[in-house]
């Protein structure tokens, strides 16, 4: 079940499940978040869109294999795709696997109001939130403002919860 809509609701924000014909849309999703990451490479940008189609793939089948009945959400703003939300629900905890926004929507407060509806979720289900976000993500600080704290250093990714 996704989270409630509300905080999310006030930037006029939706869900529904992905389906294959998403898959274009998560993949160039997918590349804006490792854009800044590959123009330090200077590789060509044929070299870059075949690395970036790998990587993606390979990130779709771990998560498809890996959080089998997990829900894999498109964020939506007025019928257009501009994101995605995909969650576990573990026995003890919520598993937020991936949360991410078309550049163009970031730093407008949608992805703290859908963290928001999460934190509210979970608070009524007494029941703590686990991410795993880059070292270098500037995401951890609104995770941190959200009342997420470090749990673990995981190579290059750091294990937060959230706990109610």
């Known amino acids: 079940m996704p989270p409630p809509l509300k905080a999310a609701a006030a930037f006029g924000i939706a869900y529904r499940p992905m389906t294959d014909q998403d898959l274009p849309f998560v993949a160039r999703l997918y590349a804006t978040t490792?854009?800044?990451e590959l123009a330090a490479t200077g590789w060509t940008p044929e070299a870059k869109a075949a690395f970036l189609d790998q990587q993606h793939r390979a990130q779709h089948a771990y998560y498809r294999g890996a959080y089998t009945g997990a829900e894999w959400l498109i964020v939506e703003k007025?019928?257009?795709?501009?994101?995605?939300?995909?969650?576990?629900?573990?026995?003890?905890?919520?598993?937020?696997?991936?949360?991410?926004?078309?550049?163009?929507?970031?730093?407008?407060?949608?992805?703290g109001a859908i963290l928001a509806d999460l934190i509210a979720q979970a608070r009524k289900e007494r029941r703590p939130i686990g991410?795993?976000?880059?070292?270098?993500?500037?995401?951890q600080f609104l995770y941190?403002?959200?009342?997420?704290?470090?749990?673990?250093?995981?190579?290059?990714?750091?294990?937060?919860e959230w706990r109610p």
């Open 34 to 36: 490792r854009a800044q």
């Open 144 to 160: 941190r403002r959200l009342g997420f704290a470090f749990v673990e250093d995981k190579g290059i990714y750091d294990r937060m």
């Open 78 to 111: 007025a019928g257009e795709a501009i994101g995605r939300l995909y969650l576990a629900q573990g026995d003890e905890a919520l598993l937020l696997v991936d949360i991410s926004l078309l550049p163009e929507w970031t730093g407008r407060g949608i992805g």
């Open 131 to 139: 991410l795993h976000v880059e070292k270098r993500n500037p995401a």
